[in-house]
Structures are given as structure tokens and as C-alpha cells.
């Protein structure tokens, strides 16, 4: 027994192949048919299946970024219905505000269309300028989490 085996590289010192044929046929992706998964579109029936099982067709891998839906609903729309949600318990009054907190109501946004008459104090994820200024204008208050949320991050941003 031989101490050490001879590479097979070895033996092909010499022969223009190595052992692969005609010279062309070793070389890059052409004679491959190209890379990835080239080629498999003109094929006849039976190679089909083949195809189909190896998840070839279609977008993969790619999971859809879940959007936070707004529900908005207009100041007109709170005033209009104030006696309702009141006898439903879902807005409450205190030292003549009225505590009004918007997903409890089934919505995330407040608009500013219709005139406010009331002292509100609301709670929202979302609010327009217009509906915050009209709030205050009427003596109101109106907590926006979005913008709290906002803050805290240019404040931490500014710190650094």
C-alpha cells in the first residue's frame, strides 16, 4: 500500500479537459443553463410536477408588515351622540368636562369637523390640529398617545 494516495488532479496534468469532455463543457453558467433556478421554464408535461413541488412560482419568504388601520371620527359626530353614550356609560362627566376616551368608543382618531359646545376632556391615540385646536378653544383637554410617544423618542435621540 502506497504511503500516499496521488490526487486525481494529478493525472489530468497534461489532458486539456481534465477529464471533462470537450473544453467547453466545464466552463460557467452558460453550459450549466444558467443559475438558480433557470431553465425550468420550457419543459414537457412530465417535468412539470417537479417543478411545482419545489416552491418555484410565487413570492416567498416575505411576511406583510402589519398596518395599524385608522377609525377616525369627527367632533360633530361625539356632540350629536352625547346624550346616548352618556346613558351607555361611555363617556363620563366630571366638574363639567366630559371624560371621553376614544377606543372605548371604537375609534382611534379625532377629527375636527362639526362646533364644539361642550368641555371635553378626550383621550386618543391620533388627532388633527383642527380637532385639538377646536378642544381648547372650548376650554377643553386632549391627550394625544401618539405624540407623547414622539417626544420620548426625539428626547432620547436628542440626548444622545
Not at 504511503?3 to 497534461?14: E, L, M, V
Not at 453558467?29 to 419545489?54: E, F, L, V
Not at 371620527?73 to 371624560?99: Q, R
Amino acid at each position: 500500500m502506497p504511503a500516499r494516495k496521488r490526487r486525481k488532479a494529478s493525472r489530468h496534468r497534461g489532458s486539456s479537459s481534465h477529464g471533462h469532455g470537450a473544453k467547453k463543457k466545464w466552463r460557467g453558467k452558460g453550459n450549466k443553463g444558467g443559475a438558480g433556478m433557470a431553465g425550468t421554464g420550457k419543459r414537457a408535461d412530465q417535468k412539470k410536477p417537479s417543478i411545482w413541488k419545489k416552491d418555484y412560482f410565487g413570492r416567498k419568504y416575505f411576511k406583510s408588515k402589519k398596518i395599524k388601520r385608522i377609525k377616525p371620527v369627527n367632533i360633530s359626530f361625539i356632540e350629536e351622540n352625547l346624550e346616548k353614550f352618556l346613558k351607555e356609560k361611555l363617556i363620563e362627566e366630571k366638574n363639567g368636562f366630559y371624560i371621553v376616551d376614544l377606543k372605548k368608543l371604537g375609534f382611534n382618531k379625532l377629527l375636527g369637523k362639526g362646533k364644539v359646545k361642550h368641555k371635553f376632556d378626550i383621550t386618543t391615540e391620533y388627532a388633527s390640529k383642527k380637532a385639538i385646536n377646536a378642544i381648547q378653544k372650548a376650554g377643553g383637554k386632549i391627550k394625544v398617545k401618539e405624540k407623547e410617544v414622539i417626544k420620548k423618542i426625539i428626547g432620547e435621540k436628542s440626548k444622545e
